[in-house]
């Protein structure tokens, strides 16, 4: 099992940058994705960013160019920051991984994009 906590959210004006963290209860980067998705209201839940055991990035192509996705092995944490917010990214935004055939998932952290 693993437990995941989310920081970092809150408010921000449009073009405004924010980074978020998760942070694991253990190291479990060496051999599991973590992932970050986001849920805005009345909307599915969608993949945002993903890093591999491997530190292979992938993005959806809403956020290309402005989210960075990384991992620190040391703190087990992971990271995404957001740069040139935009009020569409607003949502809440979760951590995940998979271990064998368990999803995990954080509690979620609330980004908001609003002049």
């Known amino acids: 099992q693993v437990q995941l906590v989310e920081s970092g959210g809150g408010l921000v004006q449009p073009g405004g940058s924010l980074r978020l963290s998760c942070a694991a209860s253990?190291?479990?980067?060496?051999?599991?994705?973590m992932g970050w998705y986001r849920q805005a209201p009345g909307k599915q839940r969608e993949l945002v960013a993903e890093?591999?055991?491997?530190?292979?990035?992938n993005y959806a192509d809403s956020v290309k160019g402005r989210f960075t996705i990384s991992r620190d092995n040391a703190k087990n944490t992971v990271y995404l920051q957001m740069n040139s917010l935009k009020p569409e990214d607003t949502a809440v935004y979760y951590c995940n991984t998979v271990l064998g055939f368990t999803r995990y998932w954080g509690q979620g952290t609330q980004v908001t994009v609003s002049s």
């Open positions: 890093i591999t055991s491997g530190g292979d990035t």
């Open positions: 253990r190291n479990i980067f060496r051999f599991s994705a």
